[in-house]
């Protein structure tokens, strides 16, 4: 009697279990929103399983999303990048973009990001002419526009590599003054 009595409650024990791990299991949805009523937020800077990303910028150089921080001119690849051998925009020719031409596999657009001047229509007709011949699609954009760009296409998985050169100049909006302004408050206690 005891034995059938421990058997039952190990039994009803074992469904209240079975129900309980069945009711807080992770539901598969198969809905166009699969998640579990939460807001869901995705970073593409921080996410290094999409590639290299840019994540800031200045005078010297640029950051990326994996920490490393390289000075001057800088070609990015979604997985790589290498110091560009340029000083400014009168540099850029068929030498300097030669890089970019042998790659294999062959990237779709190259992203140039030309610092803080306003692309020129004889810079983008000599660039487009040279890359054109090989097939290679250009856009001649300002750096933080370049950066962004990048970025966006490389997490879409994109042939993409991007040709950046520092801005001379960096403009501040208020978001950074604010930002600024609240780290030193810290700073400051």
């Not at 400014?88 to 610092?115: Q, R, W």
Request: aromatic share 10%.
């Amino acid at each position: 009697m005891y034995l059938s009595g421990l058997k039952r409650s190990a039994t009803i024990a074992g469904g209240v279990i079975r129900r309980n791990l069945f009711q807080s299991a992770p539901q598969l949805h198969s809905k166009a929103y699969d998640y579990d009523g939460k807001t869901r937020i995705d970073i593409f800077n921080t996410q290094q399983d999409l590639g290299i990303m840019i994540t800031g910028y200045s005078q010297f150089g640029f950051r990326m999303n994996n920490d490393m921080v390289v000075i001057g001119p800088v070609a990015v690849f979604p997985r790589s990048l290498l110091s560009w051998n340029v000083n400014s925009v009168e540099d850029i020719n068929e030498e300097s973009l030669s890089l970019f031409t042998a790659l294999e596999p062959k990237i779709d657009v190259l992203i140039l990001g030309i610092g803080d001047q306003t692309p020129s229509p004889n810079i983008s007709k000599e660039i487009l002419s040279f890359m054109r011949k090989y097939k290679i699609n250009v856009e001649v954009l300002r750096t933080e526009q370049a950066c962004a760009t990048f970025n966006f296409l490389n997490a879409e998985n994109r042939m993409v590599a991007s040709a950046l050169i520092p801005p001379l100049h960096i403009s501040y909006n208020e978001n950074d003054l604010m930002a600024t302004s609240v780290r030193k408050f810290k700073e400051g206690f």
